[in-house]
């Protein structure tokens, strides 16, 4: 199955990857050899089965509503790339 | 010293054969002198090492410490450690340092076990090689020319090469598995929910999950204990009591009835492996075991169903690293689009970046019931396949991997040739089973794995089983060349 | 041609949680940037979600307040998408198995009539951080606090059953009335606590096709909402009548400056790539536990509309305007029970304190002028120690801090004279004073007397500085006045 240029570059942009040139064309030979794997599926029949998004049949515990967080700015924005005034900078997002 | 098994060690620190102290130097030695070569260790934190080992002989000398209390390991560098780097293999995350321990770690501490480091893997697990790693690849101790496996090269190179007794792992498609089959040794992944996930970074939510690597299954029984925890921070995390799996270590296997998949052994599957893998399965039915052929009809589908969800589920799992609040962000961003598409297009590898790619198609609009819902379906009809011949038998066994170590470069051109070396160890992960792999032989000169696969929660026998076969067997006491003396 | 306004709402509501929906962190309003963002809030590595609870009874609560189907079982889902306030690159949101679903609402229109606004469904999500363009940084950054990423919101998705911005506005105050009447939201919407999304779009009148329709984003003012949906309309009919069709776009609308503008362009129209989210497990709810809920809920709105007619015998106009908002309607009642006048207290409330509060934009949680103090008010105008003019000269100093209205008149000596004898005297005074006008008044037809009235009591209120009791002087005055007959 194969997956045309197109394409690529609308999921490098849905998934904030850039995707030069000179390699789209390997990238697509690539993603298009996984296709063909997984294309495999379509020839199962699966009417009527569940589908299943986890393992095991367990429910979601409920926590209660206390705080248990402590403040650790410091210790996170330690580690930051750019921070000033307790912000995280990132290049200015223009509507 | 290195040639002891934890088990072994234990007894010594308990008798004072000798002190952490320098069990842990002399480990910390052997990474110095034995690992430039393997590459199995990317960040050693001798100093932390040196200190917790002092206070675990402390605590010894009190008296009443915990098993693992001074017992050097390895953490595999996906395991958040505060204050340690911790990278996944990348260099995303080449910079970042956690003000966090994930549980796992926590729990190691708490028992007094020393870490010597982190070890290498294929970037944020994904690969079956260890030729992703942002560090440089692993070489198998057995064949330098040749693969430790993946994405847990590092443990399972570190522990075969004995640089440490012991470590820690991570397995989504058979990451413990597979490079403890290439490697020569032991390690189990355990149920789903059985390890908690929190702390360890996620690559596939659904199937990621944490487990041990040792040479052998006491010694993994040993880990497990440690490892396995309820934790209210990890929501799929199962609130079930932890046996002591060094408890049951020794029933006999009279009557075990073991389910021989015949899907596991058709074409493409090395001959050198399947003698192996025989000859093991014919040593516990001389033992009393009973072996059924059974079968799993939908075995041919996990691979494909495996490469929809794990690179889906990755997809949305790796979109947090964005350069904003950790990790790598590019020089000198244009604006917030830049930013994003830079810092992530130089700060993931190839495959990573690949894996995003195809998850995020598999989950786009029009795309989305052909490939992921169909997936999650195909993946209840794969545990179906189990529970269905779990009713007929108590474990089942088969090779871990197609073929034995390949070399460098071998798979690296064909992804889809890498993703089969999965074949046999997605499936478990799909059902979110438990699955083992210890060493039953060698193929060409390198080692060969048996896989175990138990029903939910059956770690206990699963470990029994395989430490019964390594009470008739020493497959898993040979040591590569120049490692054990 | 004429045409007709197919309205949605999209309303978001903060919950009035202590902590995050997904974490512990705290969600006290007005902290210090990223003080209240914990590393699951901050998506780091590794970290997990775990659920609330009181979010999820406070959805429930919802739900049955407006008597909708619960979803027993409810699930998560991911959206995708990347932006600076959203870190994880996906905000976890419930898509195929909201935890309410369909409800009714009813609303009151100005003309006396009602209309039911059906709910498509409510369900639970978190909130995004914010970003700041300005401050004390260079201005090619935004600054990103994520004190407010995780708090649990419930987005309330209403049919398209409004037809004009009245109506819109109407169902945006009942909703408003409804979660803070149930406790789940302070309802302070300067601070963000309630959002809206409005979905509009216009057709020839009688026709059966919907037109294309636009969404405009993120209005927190009654006031805004309208403007902005009467603007659109305009705009949508101009468009449309000068042969044009209308764009399916996001838009966005400045209160201040009265702009609306579309948002960034659609081309690459999001696709959010949702699917269940591996962290978290299927919410199940039993049926005790919502018996309980709707035990235990607090009262309505409507029920409380009903009661106030029954209680304190208002008319269903006032009982609405009253109990409509939580708040309001706790703020009449601790009036009528200071001052034991209903309908006193109801006028002060619904008139002079809320035209004063909307005015300067404050809210009656914090009004200036507390409840006990309007009560006090109320009871001197009742027991007839102050006229109602001198009232709103009360009511000022009270608003300006100066006490109560009891310390109000006692510091300006404005207490109403209602002693007959001195009244009596004053009226006298007044008239020998003004014998010509006395005379001018006997010398008046009778039909044409009472016009002449007035200005005599101008004359007694100005000597009495205003103090007199206008209803007593007005009875002596006759009297007197018919004695010279």
Not at chain 1, 38 to 59: F, I, K, R, Y
Not at chain 3, 27 to 36: H, I, L, S, V, W
Not at chain 3, 68 to 79: C, D, L, M, T, Y
Not at chain 3, 268 to 287: G, K, T
């Given at each position: 199955?194969?997956?045309?240029?197109?394409?690529?570059?609308?999921?490098?942009?849905?998934?904030?990857?850039?995707?030069?040139?000179?390699?789209?064309?390997?990238?697509?030979?690539?993603?298009?050899?996984?296709?063909?794997?997984?294309?495999?599926?379509?020839?199962?029949?699966?009417?009527?089965?569940?589908?299943?998004?986890?393992?095991?049949?367990?429910?979601?515990?409920?926590?209660?509503?206390?705080?248990?967080?402590?403040?650790?700015?410091?210790?996170?924005?330690?580690?930051?790339?750019?921070?000033?005034?307790?912000?995280?900078?990132?290049?200015?997002?223009?509507? | 010293?290195?040639?002891?098994?934890?088990?072994?060690?234990?007894?010594?620190?308990?008798?004072?054969?000798?002190?952490?102290?320098?069990?842990?130097?002399?480990?910390?030695?052997?990474?110095?002198?034995?690992?430039?070569?393997?590459?199995?260790?990317?960040?050693?934190?001798?100093?932390?090492?040196?200190?917790?080992?002092?206070?675990?002989?402390?605590?010894?000398?009190?008296?009443?410490?915990?098993?693992?209390?001074?017992?050097?390991?390895?953490?595999?560098?996906?395991f958040c450690?505060?204050?340690?780097?911790?990278?996944?293999?990348?260099?995303?995350?080449?910079?970042?340092?956690?003000?966090y321990n994930a549980t796992v770690v926590e729990n190691?501490?708490?028992?007094?076990?020393?870490?010597?480091?982190?070890?290498?893997?294929?970037?944020?697990?994904?690969?079956?090689?260890?030729?992703?790693?942002?560090?440089?690849?692993?070489?198998?101790?057995?064949?330098?020319?040749?693969?430790?496996?993946?994405?847990?090269?590092?443990?399972?190179?570190?522990?075969?090469?004995?640089?440490?007794?012991?470590?820690?792992?991570?397995?989504?498609?058979?990451?413990?598995?597979?490079?403890?089959?290439?490697?020569?040794?032991?390690?189990?992944?355990?149920?789903?929910?059985?390890v908690s996930r929190w702390g360890m970074v996620a690559?596939?939510?659904?199937?990621?999950?944490g487990?041990?690597?040792?040479?052998?299954?006491?010694?993994?029984?040993?880990?497990?204990?440690?490892?396995?925890s309820?934790d209210d921070k990890d929501s799929t995390c199962?609130?079930?009591?932890?046996?002591?799996?060094?408890?049951?270590?020794?029933?006999?296997?009279?009557?075990?009835?073991?389910?021989?998949?015949?899907?596991?052994?058709?074409?493409?599957?090395?001959?050198?492996?399947?003698?192996?893998?025989?000859?093991?399965?014919?040593?516990?039915?001389?033992?009393?075991?009973?072996?059924?052929?059974?079968?799993?009809?939908?075995?041919?589908?996990?691979?494909?169903?495996?490469?929809?969800?794990?690179?889906?589920?990755?997809?949305?799992?790796?979109?947090?690293?964005?350069?904003?609040?950790?990790?790598?962000?590019?020089?000198?961003?244009?604006?917030?689009?830049?930013?994003?598409?830079?810092?992530?297009?130089?700060?993931?590898?190839?495959?990573?970046?690949?894996?995003?790619?195809?998850?995020?198609?598999?989950?786009?609009?029009?795309?989305?019931?052909?490939?992921?819902?169909?997936?999650?379906?195909?993946?209840?009809?794969?545990?179906?396949?189990?529970?269905?011949?779990?009713?007929?038998?108590?474990?089942?066994?088969?090779?871990?991997?197609?073929?034995?170590?390949?070399?460098?470069?071998?798979?690296?051109?064909?992804?889809?040739?890498?993703?089969?070396?999965?074949?046999?160890?997605?499936?478990?992960?799909?059902?979110?089973?438990?699955?083992?792999?210890?060493?039953?032989?060698?193929?060409?000169?390198?080692?060969?794995?048996?896989?175990?696969?138990?029903?939910?929660?059956?770690?206990?026998?699963?470990?029994?089983?395989?430490?019964?076969?390594?009470?008739?067997?020493?497959?898993?006491?040979?040591?590569?060349?120049?490692?054990?003396? | 041609?004429?045409?007709?306004?197919?309205?949605?709402?999209?309303?978001?509501?903060?919950?009035?949680?202590?902590?995050?929906?997904?974490?512990?962190?705290?969600?006290?309003?007005?902290?210090?940037?990223?003080?209240?963002?914990?590393a699951i809030?901050?998506?780091?590595?590794g970290t997990l979600p775990v659920?609330?609870?009181?979010?999820?009874?406070?959805?429930?609560?919802?739900?049955?307040?407006?008597?909708?189907?619960?979803?027993?079982?409810?699930?998560?889902?991911?959206?995708?998408?990347?932006?600076?306030?959203?870190?994880?690159?996906?905000?976890?949101?419930?898509?195929?198995?909201?935890?309410?679903?369909?409800?009714?609402?009813?609303?009151?229109?100005?003309?006396?009539?009602?209309?039911?606004?059906?709910?498509?469904?409510?369900?639970?999500?978190?909130?995004?951080?914010?970003?700041?363009?300005?401050?004390?940084?260079?201005?090619?950054?935004?600054?990103?606090?994520?004190?407010?990423?995780?708090?649990?919101?419930?987005?309330?998705?209403?049919?398209?059953?409004?037809?004009?911005?009245?109506?819109?506005?109407?169902?945006?105050?009942?909703?408003?009335?409804?979660?803070?009447?149930?406790?789940?939201?302070?309802?302070?919407?300067?601070?963000?606590?309630?959002?809206?999304?409005?979905?509009?779009?216009?057709?020839?009148?009688?026709?059966?096709?919907?037109?294309?329709?636009?969404?405009?984003?993120?209005?927190?003012?009654?006031?805004?909402?309208?403007?902005?949906?009467?603007?659109?309309?305009?705009?949508?009919?101009?468009?449309?009548?000068?042969?044009?069709?209308?764009?399916?776009?996001?838009?966005?609308?400045?209160?201040?400056?009265?702009?609306?503008?579309?948002?960034?362009?659609?081309?690459?129209?999001?696709?959010?790539?949702?699917?269940?989210?591996?962290d978290?497990?299927?919410?199940?709810?039993?049926?005790?536990?919502?018996?309980?809920?709707?035990?235990?809920?607090?009262?309505?709105?409507?029920?409380?509309?009903?009661?106030?007619?029954?209680?304190?015998?208002?008319?269903?106009?006032?009982?609405?305007?009253?109990?409509?908002?939580?708040?309001?309607?706790?703020?009449?009642?601790?009036?009528?029970?200071?001052?034991?006048?209903?309908?006193?207290?109801?006028?002060?409330?619904?008139?002079?304190?809320?035209?004063?509060?909307?005015?300067?934009?404050?809210?009656?949680?914090?009004?200036?002028?507390?409840?006990?103090?309007?009560?006090?008010?109320?009871?001197?105008?009742?027991?007839?120690?102050?006229?109602?003019?001198?009232?709103?000269?009360?009511?000022?100093?009270?608003?300006?801090?100066?006490?109560?209205?009891?310390?109000?008149?006692?510091?300006?000596?404005?207490?109403?004279?209602?002693?007959?004898?001195?009244?009596?005297?004053?009226?006298?005074?007044?008239?020998?004073?003004?014998?010509?006008?006395?005379?001018?008044?006997?010398?008046?037809?009778?039909?044409?007397?009472?016009?002449?009235?007035?200005?005599?009591?101008?004359?007694?209120?100005?000597?009495?500085?205003?103090?007199?009791?206008?209803?007593?002087?007005?009875?002596?005055?006759?009297?007197?006045?018919?004695?010279?007959?």
């Amino acid at each position: 199955m194969n997956i045309e240029r197109q394409e690529i570059e609308k999921l490098a942009t849905l998934a904030r990857i850039a995707i030069d040139d000179s390699t789209i064309n390997e990238v697509s030979q690539r993603l298009s050899s996984v296709l063909d794997l997984v294309d495999q599926l379509q020839a199962v029949n699966t009417e009527g089965v569940e589908a299943m998004s986890h393992p095991m049949q367990a429910t979601q515990r409920l926590r209660e509503d206390e705080v248990t967080e402590i403040n650790q700015r410091e210790a996170f924005q330690a580690i930051a790339p750019e921070t000033e005034d307790g912000l995280f900078l990132v290049p200015k997002v223009i509507e | 010293m290195h040639n002891l098994t934890i088990a072994e060690l234990i007894k010594g620190l308990q008798s004072k054969e000798f002190s952490s102290v320098e069990l842990t130097q002399h480990f910390l030695n052997r990474i110095g002198s034995l690992n430039p070569a393997y590459n199995a260790v990317i960040t050693v934190t001798a100093e932390q090492a040196l200190k917790a080992a002092a206070e675990a002989d402390m605590r010894l000398a009190a008296g009443n410490a915990p098993a693992l209390c001074g017992v050097p390991i390895l953490h595999k560098d996906i395991f958040c450690t505060n204050g340690v780097r911790t990278s996944c293999g990348s260099k995303m995350l080449d910079n970042f340092i956690p003000p966090y321990n994930a549980t796992v770690v926590e729990n190691f501490e708490q028992a007094g076990a020393v870490v010597l480091g982190k070890t290498n893997m294929d970037e944020f697990a994904m690969g079956s090689s260890n030729e992703t790693s942002f560090y440089g690849p692993v070489k198998n101790p057995w064949a330098t020319d040749c693969v430790p496996g993946g994405s847990s090269g590092g443990s399972a190179a570190a522990v075969a090469a004995r640089l440490a007794p012991g470590a820690t792992a991570t397995d989504t498609g058979g990451s413990i598995r597979q490079p403890a089959a290439l490697c020569g040794i032991s390690g189990i992944k355990p149920t789903y929910g059985r390890v908690s996930r929190w702390g360890m970074v996620a690559f596939a939510s659904s199937l990621d999950q944490g487990g041990p690597m040792a040479r052998t299954a006491e010694d993994c029984a040993l880990l497990l204990n440690c490892m396995a925890s309820y934790d209210d921070k990890d929501s799929t995390c199962i609130d079930r009591e932890v046996p002591d799996y060094t408890a049951t270590l020794d029933g006999s296997v009279k009557g075990l009835r073991i389910g021989v998949p015949k899907e596991y052994f058709s074409e493409g599957l090395d001959a050198g492996i399947e003698k192996a893998v025989r000859a093991a399965l014919a040593n516990l039915e001389a033992q009393g075991a009973e072996l059924v052929e059974i079968s799993l009809p939908n075995s041919g589908l996990s691979v494909p169903a495996y490469y929809v969800i794990a690179p889906a589920e990755a997809s949305a799992n790796l979109s947090r690293f964005d350069g904003s609040r950790y990790g790598y962000r590019c020089e000198g961003p244009k604006d917030l689009q830049d930013m994003y598409s830079r810092s992530r297009s130089e700060g993931f590898g190839k495959e990573v970046q690949r894996r995003i790619l195809i998850g995020t198609y598999c989950l786009s609009a029009g795309y989305y019931d052909a490939y992921y819902g169909k997936a999650q379906q195909v993946r209840k009809l794969i545990q179906q396949d189990f529970d269905r011949a779990f009713e007929s038998v108590d474990l089942i066994m088969g090779p871990t991997c197609p073929s034995p170590a390949f070399k460098f470069g071998a798979k690296s051109d064909d992804p889809v040739a890498m993703y089969l070396e999965d074949i046999y160890t997605v499936a478990t992960n799909l059902a979110g089973l438990p699955g083992m792999s210890i060493p039953c032989g060698m193929a060409d000169n390198k080692p060969v794995g048996l896989q175990i696969i138990g029903t939910y929660f059956d770690e206990a026998r699963m470990l029994n089983v395989a430490h019964q076969y390594q009470q008739a067997t020493d497959w898993h006491d040979l040591a590569p060349e120049g490692v054990a003396s | 041609m004429s045409w007709d306004t197919v309205i949605g709402l999209e309303i978001h509501v903060q919950l009035a949680t202590k902590t995050k929906i997904f974490s512990g962190a705290s969600t006290a309003y007005g902290a210090e940037p990223n003080t209240q963002a914990c590393a699951i809030d901050l998506a780091m590595p590794g970290t997990l979600p775990v659920l609330n609870k009181q979010a999820v009874n406070y959805a429930i609560m919802f739900g049955l307040a407006i008597d909708a189907e619960i979803g027993q079982v409810s699930a998560f889902e991911r959206k995708n998408y990347f932006y600076p306030d959203s870190p994880k690159g996906y905000q976890t949101t419930q898509l195929e198995r909201p935890i309410v679903g369909r409800g009714n609402v009813e609303i009151q229109l100005a003309d006396g009539s009602s209309k039911n606004v059906r709910i498509h469904h409510a369900h639970l999500e978190e909130d995004a951080g914010k970003s700041l363009h300005e401050g004390n940084f260079n201005s090619n950054f935004s600054g990103i606090d994520l004190n407010r990423a995780g708090t649990p919101l419930i987005e309330i998705v209403s049919e398209p059953d409004m037809c004009n911005a009245e109506e819109a506005v109407a169902f945006a105050r009942k909703i408003h009335g409804i979660v803070t009447s149930l406790g789940i939201c302070d309802g302070e919407m300067s601070q963000g606590s309630m959002r809206f999304d409005v979905n509009v779009s216009v057709k020839p009148s009688g026709s059966e096709t919907l037109g294309i329709r636009t969404e405009t984003k993120n209005l927190n003012s009654y006031k805004f909402m309208e403007e902005a949906i009467k603007r659109e309309v305009e705009r949508q009919i101009d468009v449309i009548e000068d042969g044009g069709t209308i764009a399916q776009e996001t838009r966005l609308y400045n209160g201040d400056t009265k702009v609306a503008r579309s948002m960034r362009s659609k081309e690459e129209a999001n696709d959010y790539r949702y699917f269940p989210c591996p962290d978290l497990l299927p919410v199940v709810v039993s049926d005790e536990e919502v018996a309980e809920l709707r035990r235990n809920l607090p009262e309505l709105p409507d029920a409380r509309q009903a009661r106030f007619v029954e209680q304190y015998s208002l008319s269903d106009y006032d009982a609405g305007i009253l109990s409509s908002d939580a708040a309001m309607a706790k703020y009449f009642e601790a009036v009528t029970s200071a001052c034991n006048n209903a309908k006193l207290a109801a006028n002060w409330t619904m008139g002079e304190l809320s035209a004063r509060l909307n005015n300067e934009d404050i809210s009656i949680a914090n009004s200036p002028v507390s409840a006990e103090q309007l009560g006090g008010l109320v009871t001197r105008i009742a027991d007839n120690s102050i006229s109602g003019k001198m009232a709103k000269e009360v009511f000022e100093g009270i608003w300006a801090g100066e006490g109560s209205a009891d310390d109000i008149i006692e510091a300006r000596g404005l207490k109403q004279v209602s002693d007959s004898g001195a009244l009596e005297q004053m009226v006298a005074d007044v008239l020998t004073a003004n014998q010509a006008m006395v005379d001018d008044y006997i010398s008046t037809d009778e039909a044409k007397r009472k016009k002449k009235l007035g200005g005599f009591m101008g004359k007694i209120m100005q000597a009495s500085k205003g103090q007199a009791n206008p209803q007593q002087v007005n009875q002596i005055l006759a009297q007197k006045l018919n004695d010279l007959l």
